[in-house]
């Protein structure tokens, strides 16, 4: 993440962003979970 604080007529202002490898380990994330949902969705082994 990329944070950038400052005052924009004598009001703080805080702007904050994703960067490129924030990008990556967020889809790591959501790809991880997307595992997590299929093996969820498996029926049971007998």
């Known amino acids: 993440m990329a944070i ?3 005052f924009v007529a004598k009001k703080p202002n805080t702007n904050v962003a994703l960067t490129h490898e924030g990008r ?3 889809t790591e ?3 991880q979970l997307e595992r ?3 093996l969820a ?3 049971p082994e007998a």
């Open 4 to 6: 950038e604080k400052r």
């Open 24 to 26: 990556r380990r967020v």
């Open 29 to 31: 994330q959501w790809q």
């Open 36 to 38: 997590l949902r299929r």
């Open 41 to 43: 969705e498996r029926p």
